[in-house]
């Protein structure tokens, strides 16, 4: 399941100049994943605002198959809190290590725009992704019942990416003790 991406893969950025070529595969991509119904104006919030932290992998023939839309915003506790909102990758390339690519560039992303933390949440049935989160040293920090449209609970994680960000977060002070900055796992 950790097998290398292939080189025939392209990752690319996200820009708004690419949404008539890219925006109706993502919403179809996503929808076919995800049990949200996004609207196109959440996609384009997302990606009007945040384009810079979407991030695309494509075969050589410029198609879709898979796809990671974040936010970087400040939250209610003063850090600049990071936001996967949305992981999707083509079944039949699973296992690839597409996601992993997709989320390390998120991640990276976020990093260079001094993010403190990234969160998302996902399905508690969705033993895949949380062990992809968990592998790149993402925390579960919460249970959130039936969280999703369709009832079902979900998990939020949390990466504490910045020296003090887990002491902030659980309003220790300075010099409390506490974890160091995000190191990525190795490849």
């Not at 119904?37 to 075969?59: H, T």
């Not at 023939?61 to 909102?85: F, Q």
């Not at 399905?123 to 968990?134: D, F, G």
């Amino acid at each position: 399941m950790n097998a290398e991406p292939s080189p025939s893969l392209r990752y690319v950025q996200y820009t708004s100049s690419k949404e008539s070529q890219y925006l109706s595969a993502i919403r179809q991509l996503i929808s076919k994943d995800l049990s949200e119904p996004y609207s196109i104006y959440v996609y384009r919030y997302f990606l009007y605002q945040w384009g810079d932290l979407c991030f695309m992998a494509m075969d050589s023939s410029n198609n879709l198959l898979g796809v990671i839309v974040s936010k970087l915003e400040p939250h209610r506790n003063g850090a600049l809190r990071g936001y996967i909102a949305m992981l999707a990758v083509k079944e039949e390339h699973r296992g690839k290590g597409i996601a992993t690519k997709l989320v390390r560039m998120a991640i990276d992303a976020m990093i260079a725009r001094e993010a403190d933390e990234i969160a998302l949440e996902t399905e508690v049935t969705n033993t895949a992704a949380m062990k992809l989160y968990e592998r790149l040293g993402f925390l579960r920090s919460k249970r959130l019942h039936r969280y999703y449209l369709n009832g079902n609970t979900a998990f939020r994680f949390m990466l504490y990416v910045k020296d003090g960000a887990v002491n902030a977060a659980l309003g220790y002070e300075p010099g409390d003790g506490g974890s160091g900055p995000y190191q990525a796992p190795p490849t």
